[in-house]
């Protein structure tokens, strides 16, 4: 348990997911605002918009016409970060110079998909139910399975699957035609975050090569994996949360969600896994349901806390697609969810000066964030105005 004195005084907290510190100033909740403030949000969505380019049976942006589905819906992004074919690019081998020490450069290639919560343009992860959310689940897995590496220790496990899912077809998704070393499924949730459709959807990138933040966590994984025995640090982490309780926003017999000991963002939460397992593949079907009602939880707690609908952006960290058997086996799947409001529905943290030149800051303890989670637990507000 924390000292006390930790609410009242400036302090650092590390980070041994990233190798990092974070300077936390509990104080400074107390000074006035008249910076910027956010536009609160307006539930006021259709279940279907005939403009809308991820609704069912609409025409998308570059012409391909969704189908009428009823599920989830996964497409290739019209308007992909990274592309399976592009002009290849050997960098030149310049021995000794400059420029081969400071001016690098490699080529990425990749695949990025697009999928669709709901059919509903107006139910986000926070109005759906576990049941509802377990199809997104199932999805994320298959998709994951699909582009797992067959020399990967996951592939024991994978269930067999093919591109598109089943439950999806028609769909413009093909296996892709080149072995991907990392997958990143996320969402962001709002206009503040930076999402182009109200639809609720989340995306998964494909890429060659491990992008830089998992690549740091997995750092720290292994380096605590071999210093501590062959243990692992969240499974470990997960314990003592469990133990400690003081910064548990939910929790049931697979999955605890948390605001981290070190987090960055005011409500930043983790839901992580009791025991060690690496992917989305090592779930069982109780798990896989059990990961279903703890983010059902976590978005309608946020969507309760200041009654707004909540932006964040969310992610998924876990084993590699392609990787040694070391990388794969010090993974554990973990999902992040970084939501920029502080104060109300219309104040947000910004990370800015210090943050960005010095290192990241918080003002509210994750302690006091969770207390606050927890006591936004029940009914989502809007279902109880209706």
Not at 173 to 193: D, L, R, T, W
Not at 204 to 209: K, Q, Y
Request: aromatic share 10%.
């Amino acid at each position: 348990m924390p000292e006390a004195i930790l609410d009242d005084i400036s302090h650092r907290r590390y980070n041994p997911l990233r190798g990092s510190w974070i300077l936390v100033s509990p104080h400074r909740t107390k000074r006035p605002w008249q910076g910027q403030q956010e536009g609160t949000s307006k539930s006021t969505l259709p279940a279907y918009d005939p403009s809308c380019y991820l609704c069912p049976g609409n025409k998308r942006a570059q012409g391909d016409r969704n189908p009428k589905y009823d599920s989830t819906f996964v497409f290739v992004n019209d308007y992909s970060a990274v592309k399976e074919e592009q002009a290849e690019y050997h960098p030149e081998q310049k021995d000794g110079g400059l420029s081969s020490l400071l001016l690098r450069a490699e080529p990425v290639t990749g695949k990025c998909y697009v999928i669709t919560f709901s059919p509903s343009h107006n139910l986000t992860l926070a109005d759906l139910s576990p049941a509802e959310i377990l199809p997104i689940i199932t999805t994320w897995t298959q998709l994951y399975t699909a582009h797992l590496s067959p020399t990967s220790p996951l592939a024991a496990v994978a269930p067999p699957t093919t591109l598109p899912p089943q439950s999806h077809e028609p769909s413009t998704v093909v296996k892709p035609n080149a072995q991907y070393s990392y997958m990143q499924i996320f969402e962001n949730k709002g206009a503040a975050m930076g999402c182009s459709n109200p639809h609720p959807h989340g995306q998964i990138w494909t890429t060659t090569g491990l992008p830089e933040e998992p690549a740091l966590e997995l750092e720290q994984l292994k380096k605590y994996r071999r210093e501590q025995g062959g243990v692992h640090l969240l499974e470990d982490y997960a314990k003592l949360e469990s133990e400690e309780k003081e910064r548990i926003v939910f929790e049931n017999v697979s999955f605890l969600a948390v605001c981290p000991w070190w987090a960055t963002w005011p409500f930043e939460t983790m839901i992580v896994s009791r025991k060690h397992r690496r992917a989305l593949v090592d779930f069982d079907d109780k798990e896989r349901q059990d990961l279903a009602e703890a983010i059902a939880e976590v978005t309608r707690r946020y969507d309760n806390l200041f009654e707004t609908q909540f932006p964040y952006s969310m992610g998924i960290h876990q084993a590699p697609l392609e990787g040694t058997n070391t990388e794969i086996e010090a993974s554990h799947f973990h999902m992040h969810f970084y939501p920029p409001l502080l104060r109300s529905a219309t104040v947000r943290k910004f990370l800015v000066g210090y943050e960005m030149m010095a290192e990241p800051q918080r003002d509210i303890t994750p302690e006091q964030a969770a207390a606050r989670l927890r006591d936004s637990g029940g009914k989502l507000y809007r279902k109880r105005l209706q």
